[in-house]
């Protein structure tokens, strides 16, 4: 299998016979073996029987059903667990994205990059709630994390199945994929994409998203930069908060001493007894973490480095994932 295409889709009934047939007008022309995944995320507006009803008339139609609705992100993991393709593309259900970007897209990976990302230059979605909102949280991420991004909302992308077997997505987190990716050492490029206005079917997300978006951003930053060693973060809290205990009470002995003014009373006495607590809090958490971080590692056979290629190797004794943990069940066993 050469290409899976995932796509995410959430009562969105008026759209997937329309999304199929754009599919169609595509695939069949890259000359390339292909699979699309659609993952119904728990839709009750009848997309189910829809795609069930195409899934009787094309095999390479593969369809997940979600018990429930359990958010674009889990459905675009399952998406990425399913998939069999060497290159994994995924889009929106609902036609926003085209899938005439595919070629280009494969084009891209077909260069050597592992990873191609949509920028949706010219994107036709309200103005004040979405794309204002978004541009600003675009830049606060492309700043916070220095990886130069445009449109991490856009779904589109392409990617090699190696990378997306890597990526562990909790949250919002399928936005921050060229992020996560681009940690783990693969090669990424943004291409500009066509964007559609929606036609049929509401969208999902109002203002808040951009809020929760935020918020997961500090998960990621944590993620890229202190995952492996959170005591850097942590005990560096701990030290200067230490640090400010210690000089606040020096203050307020020579207070006493010099000035004769009451330690009792003394705000600094107070200061420095609230930093000593802070301090050894933060540092006990960075003990917390760096055992949660060796857990988080060695519980899923993950190793906090990524092999692109190897010479005259043996295969690699380190197992990766699930191998580990079925591999540590038999030893038990
Ligand atoms: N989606 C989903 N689960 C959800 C919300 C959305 O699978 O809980 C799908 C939705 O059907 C669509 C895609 O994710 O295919 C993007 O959603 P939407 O168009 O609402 O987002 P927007 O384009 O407005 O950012
Ligand atoms: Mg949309």
């Given at each position: 299998m050469q290409v899976s295409i995932v796509v995410p889709i959430y009562d969105e009934r008026e759209n997937v016979e329309r999304l199929y047939a754009a599919l169609m007008q595509v695939l069949p022309k890259l000359r390339r073996s292909y699979e699309i995944i659609f993952v119904n995320?728990?839709?009750?507006?009848?997309t189910a029987q829809l795609l069930d009803a195409i899934a009787v008339r094309d095999m390479d139609l593969k369809v997940i059903h979600f018990?429930?609705?359990?958010?674009q992100t889990a459905a675009i993991s399952a998406g990425l667990d399913y998939a069999k393709g060497d290159v994994i593309i995924m889009l929106d259900g609902d036609l926003q994205n085209d899938p005439a970007d595919i070629p280009m897209l494969l084009a891209k990976i077909d260069e050597g990059y592992d990873l191609v990302h949509g920028w949706r230059k010219h994107r036709q979605d309200?103005?004040?709630?979405?794309k204002i909102p978004s541009k600003i949280a675009n830049w606060i991420i492309a700043n916070v994390t220095g990886f130069p991004v445009h449109d991490l909302g856009c779904t589109l992308k392409a990617m090699r199945r190696e990378i997306a077997q890597d990526l562990r997505l909790y949250g919002e987190m399928h936005r921050f994929i060229p992020i996560l990716a681009h940690w783990q050492g693969a090669r990424c490029a943004e291409v500009e994409t066509r964007h559609h206005p929606r036609l049929f079917g509401e969208t999902k997300y109002g203002i808040w998203r951009t809020v929760r978006v935020v918020l997961d951003l500090i998960t990621v930053k944590f993620m890229i930069q202190y995952s492996t060693s959170p005591m850097k973060l942590f005990g560096g809290f701990g030290l200067l908060s230490t640090m400010g205990s210690a000089a606040a009470c020096a203050g307020a002995v020579a207070m006493k001493w010099l000035g004769g003014i009451d330690m009792t009373g003394n705000p600094l006495l107070l200061l420095s007894g609230l930093l000593g607590i802070a301090g050894i809090q933060f540092l006990v958490l960075g003990l917390l973490g760096e055992v949660a971080a060796r857990t988080y590692f060695e519980s899923q056979g993950m190793r906090p480095y990524r092999v692109r290629q190897t010479r005259n190797f043996e295969p690699p004794r380190v197992l990766e994932g699930q191998e580990a943990i079925a591999e540590l069940y038999q030893r038990v066993a």
């Open positions: 995320d728990g839709s009750r507006d009848g018990r429930r609705n359990f958010g309200a103005l004040v709630s979405r």
